[in-house]
């Protein structure tokens, strides 16, 4: 499994401005192969802050996913964002354990 965690911190009011974007890009997203989980949410402690959390199944998966025509879109209105701070890694999953819930 791979997964994709981070974090964009913008100017306030973006999210605002940038949140039916980011809505179609879920939408569009969740429905793809390969996609596990998808979801982008506002930090507590920082509503400015968007925190990024996605699983795949392959490595494959996510490059098709970044080859997608709604990405493409997605990244032009992130293009035009203002963007304070921002970070995203890639991990690969060897071992998936429960903590709570399913």
């Known amino acids: 499994m791979i997964i994709v965690e981070g974090f964009v911190h913008l100017e306030p009011g ?5 949140r039916p974007v980011v ?11 390969g996609c596990l ?7 507590l402690d920082d509503p400015n802050t968007v ?11 996510l490059a098709r996913h970044f080859a ?8 032009s209105a992130l293009s035009n964002a203002k963007i304070m ?6 991990y690969r ?9 399913d």
């Open 85 to 90: 701070k921002a970070s995203a890694k890639v």
């Open 37 to 43: 989980a998808y979801a982008f949410a506002t930090d």
């Open 14 to 18: 973006e999210l605002d401005r940038f």
């Open 68 to 75: 997608t025509p709604h990405m493409a879109k997605f990244n």
């Open 23 to 33: 809505i179609e890009m879920l939408r569009e997203t969740r429905a793809e192969e």
């Open 51 to 61: 925190r990024i959390i996605e699983r795949w199944e392959s490595e494959d998966a």
């Open 93 to 101: 999953a060897e071992l998936v354990r429960t903590l709570l819930g």
